[in-house]
Structure formats: C-alpha cells, structure tokens
C-alpha cells in the first residue's frame, strides 16, 4: 500500500509536523526512564507518534489529536515552567521551544485541516 505523501510545496507543511510529532514522541521515550517513568511523559509520546503516523497516512482523525496534544502539551509544558523555571536553563529553553512548535503545527493543522479529509 503506497502513502498518500507526494513530495510537493502543498505537503511540505504536512511533512515538517510530521517530523516535529515523530520527533517530539521519540524524545518523550528517551526522557522516559530518565525521569522515573511518569505516565504522563509516555502518553505525550504515544499521542505524538500516533499523530505523526495520522500525518504521514493523511487521516481525518489526526486534527483530533493534535487539538488534544494542543491541551495536553500545554497544561505540561507551563507546569514544567512554573515549577523549575530558574533551575535549568536547557529544560526552560526547551519547554519554551517545545509549546511554540506546539502551537505552530497546531494552527497550521487546523488551518490545512481540509487536506486531511481528502
């Protein structure tokens, strides 16, 4: 079964949040053991990697999870400022980086929403 990606300046957008959610999924693996296994890191990365398989696939209930990963990420990533902003500037940096992108790919999805329906 081919994918539905063809490489193109339409779909190059679809590509780069397919990345960031693969990518970002991957990372909340990694960081998973390393901070004690919270349950919470592993549902953000098993709701990344499933949108990134819903872009790759081009499925219409991928908008879904990136509205719940925009509510998710969020909650997270300002808990994660409030609580330790000050103590690790890496951590601030990339939580900081890690809610922009959100936001980003989340506005942009729901803005392209309709190339996902076809």
């Known amino acids: 079964m081919a994918s539905k990606f063809k490489l193109d300046r339409e779909n190059l957008g679809f590509i780069t949040a397919l ?4 990518a ?20 953000i990365g098993i709701f990344s990697l499933l949108t990134a398989y819903g872009f790759f696939k081009k499925r219409v209930w ?3 999870l990136v ?7 969020t909650t ?10 000050g103590a690790n500037l890496l951590l601030d940096i990339s939580m900081v980086a890690y809610l ?14 309709k190339m996902l329906e076809t």
């Not at 990345?19 to 693969?22: E, M, R, S």
């Not at 922009?100 to 929403?113: D, G, P, S, V």
Request: aromatic share 28%.
């Open 76 to 85: 997270f990533s300002l808990w994660m400022l409030y609580s330790y902003f």
């Open 100 to 113: 922009i992108l959100t936001w980003i790919f989340t506005a942009y999805t729901a803005a392209k929403r």
């Open 67 to 73: 509205v719940m990963l925009f509510f998710i990420v």
């Open 24 to 43: 970002a999924g991957i990372v909340c693996f990694i960081f998973l053991p390393l901070a004690n296994y919270p349950p919470h890191i592993g549902i």
């Open 19 to 22: 990345i960031f959610y693969a």
């Open 62 to 64: 991928t908008i879904w």
